[in-house]
């Protein structure tokens, strides 16, 4: 009865495949992994193989569609290919196509091979939306046709493939049926915020994936330089199978003896890092172990970074604080002095002891505690809102020059901060730190476009030196107004085009939704996992599922909140 319900299901997603193509290139892939652990998806996708008397083209469509099932290292799929190829051909990278643009291109006439040919090359072209690695890095595509061949011969099986690139194509309705997201987790430089590194991996044996890609991998290259990892490179694991015991919420983790040299710190943070990236795909306990016998490790504390559910802001003409009802409840000292300072935006640090501002006239400037402020850059000349990281520093930028960033201290001088690979930057309109201190996310404008970048900050002995290579996460022709962290792993994106407003979640490492705004908004503002906007009239507005509603009248400035104190 599964095959059959199993059946069903991907005959209906079979609909929606039909002729698609594979990425050009890929690394390749160590050999299969285990089959111990039992995390199996409810049902699985069950491809069709290949048919007695299929034409060349019947095969590499029929192979297209097999990519929907991960099954044994795509087993199906392979039966499409030759027995020398078979074993060659690494599937595990994908390219996301676009249904729509498929749907409407006219397909090309299928090459017949002439009479007593034994050979025969196909061509198919896609259109990606998006592009996953093999170490399941979710990257944007730029629309692009892309040709790819396949080259098929005669074999006593009949036709089929002996060329083929690595990688399999499945579209944006079917990808998700067939891989999910999962959350690689690392720490800050301090070891006080965990940060994760969001990947996609098929369904099947999912925490096998996810453990080794966090033991075994590295993180994402654009990431690395801004996270610390607890897992010495020495250890490894001892088997890519994770057995998932009481019901599947337990999963058993084999080291080499290496990891019983570790220290007790390194062993805690090793379990807390395991424990957070197995929890994203629904496992609850882990337990480490060297052979039979179990590693005692307990996971460390680490600080949220939740920020209070109220939103941040400034009544016009009154009290700056956090709103409840009809009520606005002062920050000690920094609400006097946003009200002194006549501010247009205001971020408030996590331990609300300090607050980065700008000024109407465009200043930059810190509000502190006892009440009091000081300028931190007074020349009111193409100044973006500034943000706050995690040391306390305030984030400065000029919106004409976007390779570079001006970090004020509390203590010492003014350190400029490299972001020398964002040469395609022409303006930036908007940043802001992440609530962890490890990337930036930015809006900028690249020729006629806007993207939407993230990229990590590089540390040296906590200071900030470097912004690194940015990681696009959207691209739109809209304009560009406000972003904001919404959580560990999203940014908010303010637009306005000729129709309106529109917000833009737009995950880190996945694809994007967007919401229309009723009225013209001007900044926006995250809670927890959710968006807050303020309109050019002084509305609050909060989203209720796929309305607006609004909250407040006469907001005069939404802040940002960087956290909230332990």
């Known amino acids: 009865m599964r095959r059959v319900i199993a059946a069903l299901a991907v005959g209906m997603l079979l609909l929606l495949a039909g002729c ?12 299969l992994l285990p089959r111990e652990a039992d995390d199996s998806p409810p049902f699985d996708l069950v491809p069709d193989p290949p048919q ?65 040919s034994d050979s025969v090359e196909i061509t198919q072209r896609v259109t990606a939306e998006a592009f996953v690695s093999d170490t399941g890095e979710y990257t944007p595509a730029d629309g692009r046709p892309i040709s790819l061949a ?26 998700t049926s067939v891989f999910r997201p999962a959350s690689i987790m690392y720490f800050d430089p301090t070891y006080t915020y965990l940060v994760p590194d969001e990947r996609w991996f098929p369904n099947t044996l999912i925490a096998a994936r996810v453990a080794q890609a966090l033991v075994d991998g590295p993180p994402s290259e654009w990431l690395a330089r801004g996270i610390a990892n607890a897992f010495p490179e020495n250890v490894t694991l001892a088997s890519s199978a994770v057995p998932l015991e009481d019901g599947g919420t337990t999963a058993q983790v084999e080291f080499t003896p290496a990891v019983l040299a570790l220290d007790d710190l390194t062993l805690n943070r090793m379990q807390t890092q395991l424990e957070k990236s197995l929890e994203s795909v629904g496992v609850a306990e882990v337990q480490m172990n060297v052979g039979t016998t179990p590693v005692t490790a307990q996971a460390v ?16 003409g009154g009290e700056f604080g956090f ?54 850059d007074g020349s009111s000349v193409d100044l973006v809102v500034p943000s706050l990281d995690t040391q306390g520093a305030v984030w400065s930028a000029s919106a004409s020059t976007p390779d570079s960033f001006t970090v004020y201290p509390l203590d010492g001088e003014p350190v400029t901060v490299s972001a020398s690979l964002w040469t395609s930057a022409m303006e930036i309109s908007a940043f802001q730190v992440s609530r962890d201190g490890t990337r930036l996310a930015a809006l900028v404008l690249t020729s006629d476009r806007t993207e939407v970048w993230v990229a990590a900050i590089t540390r040296e002995g906590g200071v900030p030196v470097a912004v690194g290579e940015p990681q696009v996460l959207a691209t739109t022709s809209s304009l560009g107004l406000d972003l904001a962290w919404l ?48 309109t050019f009239d002084g509305a609050l507005l909060i989203q209720r599922g796929a309305n607006w509603e609004e909250a407040a009248g006469d907001i005069a400035v939404l802040g940002v909140q960087q956290g909230a104190p332990e």
């Open 52 to 116: 007695a008397g299929a034409s060349p083209q019947q095969i590499v469509d029929g192979f297209l569609r097999a990519g929907v099932g991960a099954q044994n290292d795509w087993k199906t799929a392979r039966e499409y290919l030759t027995t020398d190829f078979a074993p060659q051909w690494q599937p595990r990278s994908v390219t996301i196509d676009r249904l729509s643009e498929r749907a409407a291109a006219p397909s090309s006439p299928s090459p017949t091979p002439s009479q007593g």
């Open 301 to 316: 504390a680490v600080r949220s970074t939740r920020v209070n559910s109220n939103p941040l802001v400034e009544i016009a």
């Open 20 to 31: 698609t193509g594979l990425p050009t290139s890929g690394p390749v892939q160590p050999g």
């Open 323 to 376: 709103l409840s009802s009809n009520t606005v409840e002062a920050v000690p000292g920094i609400s006097g002095a946003v009200r002194e300072i006549d501010a247009a935006s205001v971020v408030l640090a996590a331990d609300h002891r300090t607050a980065a501002v700008q000024n109407t006239d465009g200043a930059i400037l810190r509000a502190f505690a006892d009440g009091t402020y000081e300028v931190l």
């Open 487 to 534: 959580d560990d792993l999203s940014v908010g994106v303010l637009l306005a085009s000729e129709q309106g407003s529109t917000v833009l979640l737009q995950p880190v490492g996945g694809r994007g939704s967007s919401n229309a705004v009723t009225s013209d908004a001007v900044s926006i503002s995250g809670g927890n996992s959710s968006v807050r906007l303020r």
């Open 150 to 175: 396949f080259h098929l011969v005669q074999t006593d099986e009949g036709w089929r493939i002996d060329r083929a690139p690595n990688g399999i194509v499945l579209y944006q309705e079917v990808f």
